[in-house]
């Protein structure tokens, strides 16, 4: 098996485009259904650059996390097929199947409770600061999860 499939990579990736395609798009909108003034807007983009980061590491981990039976089923491919053995064990092989099965669902969990770990958060922080008052916090976030 001489392929390399990185489906790490490949899931952080999209992961990361996502993020921007996310960010670029709806922090305009929350900005301005929101009714920011010029002192909320550069608080609110300072926060929600630091929650992209940190979502980002977060992200990257994660998805190693998932995508760990897939890779140790590959590097085991390529040890026996270095070894000129006929191939990775059964059990190696049954947790792979089983991880790849259940990697599109447990991806999008993960991402849509990251994501909205980060709304929180961003919340969080501008009635933290004293940016926003309770109300408007609140409107805040339910718009960023709700998206309405």
């Not at 999209?14 to 921007?20: H, Q, T």
């Not at 933290?128 to 008052?133: D, F, N, Q, S, V």
Request: with cysteine; net charge positive; glycine share 6%.
């Amino acid at each position: 098996m001489g392929t390399n499939l990185n489906v790490t990579g490949r899931l952080f990736l999209s992961e990361v485009l996502g993020a921007v395609v996310l960010i670029g798009t709806l922090a305009p909108y929350l900005i301005l259904s929101t009714r920011f003034n010029s002192r909320e807007t550069v608080t609110y983009l300072i926060i929600v650059l630091v929650v992209a980061v940190v979502y980002c590491f977060g992200s990257y981990h994660s998805v190693r996390w998932l995508t760990r039976p897939i890779r140790h089923f590959v590097a085991e491919e390529q040890r026996a097929v270095a070894a000129g053995l006929p191939g990775a064990s059964a059990a190696v092989v049954e947790d792979a199947r089983v991880v790849a099965l259940d990697l599109p669902i447990q991806f999008t969990a993960n991402v849509l409770l990251r994501f909205n770990v980060g709304a929180f958060v961003t919340a969080l922080v501008m009635l933290a600061t004293g940016t926003l008052p309770f109300d408007r916090t609140l409107e805040l976030w339910i718009k960023a999860v709700v998206g309405s």
